[in-house]
Structure formats: structure tokens, C-alpha cells
């Protein structure tokens, strides 16, 4: 999927700034499984030839298809809007530009509901749709 940007997340990074980072690929060194674990002498492997057999095998394997497109969204920048990735909010959308100090008390949520393992809690979407929007619980 050329030209789309990916990212990676790194766990507890957020605090830091480091919530996710892009890569590049600027030089691979290769194993192969005989090689890495079971001491036999290292082939060459050709990056080149590597990628060729990887894009082949997940093109082919119809039942890993769905686990493939899930990872492409969960690690493609923007398939989510910046701007609706939020802790759960105090107020809808809607209301961000005129009320953002309500629209913000997340943490208002948060201690209602026990950090989130108590109250009326939403499973996530299933990462290959393209909505990924949840409800907002308004207070009553």
C-alpha cells in the first residue's frame, strides 16, 4: 500500500511524546529460522526476495486477509481523524468549539466509571471498518 504513512505505537510513550513513530527501513539483516536457532550456516537472504515472498504469501492466504487489513488500519496515520482520537469526553463533537472546558473533563468520566471497568462501557469497532466512532455517554 505505497504511499500511505505508517506508524507504530510505543506503550507508556504517550506521556513522553512518543505515543507513535514513524520508521524507514535503511538496512536488514535476515535470519533464517535453521540459522537463528538451530546453528546452521546462514544463507544469504535477499531483501528484495524476502518482501516479493511476504506480499505473496499474504495476498494467497485468504484466512489471514482479515487479520492483514486489520493491522494496515490500526497502524495507518490518519485512518482515524486526529481530531476524534480523545479520552471519552464530557460533551459531544458537536460541542467542541463552544464548550472545549466540558468537552474535555475526561477525567470526570473516568472517576464515575472506576478508570473504566465499571458503568455502561462500548467494545471497540472492529479495526477493518472504516467508522470508528463510538457514542458518548451523556451524563443524565
Request: net charge negative.
Amino acid at each position: 500500500h505505497e504511499g500511505k504513512e505508517y506508524g507504530i505505537h510505543l506503550g507508556r510513550g504517550k506521556p513522553l511524546g512518543f505515543g507513535t513513530a514513524t520508521t524507514a527501513v535503511t538496512g536488514l539483516h535476515a535470519h533464517t529460522a535453521a540459522a537463528r536457532y538451530g546453528g546452521a550456516a546462514q544463507e544469504p537472504v535477499d531483501a528484495d526476495a524476502l518482501l516479493a515472498e511476504t506480499r505473496q504469501s499474504m495476498e494467497h492466504d485468504e484466512g489471514l486477509k482479515p487479520c492483514w487489513d486489520g493491522l494496515r488500519n490500526a497502524l495507518q496515520l490518519g485512518f482515524v481523524p486526529a481530531d476524534r482520537i480523545w479520552y471519552p469526553p464530557g460533551a459531544g463533537f458537536q460541542d467542541r468549539d463552544t464548550d472545549i472546558k466540558g468537552f474535555d473533563e475526561s477525567f470526570r468520566w473516568f472517576s464515575k466509571h472506576s478508570g473504566g471497568r465499571s458503568g455502561r462501557l462500548h467494545p471497540l469497532p472492529d479495526v477493518r471498518v472504516r467508522n470508528q466512532y463510538l457514542p458518548i455517554e451523556e451524563e443524565q
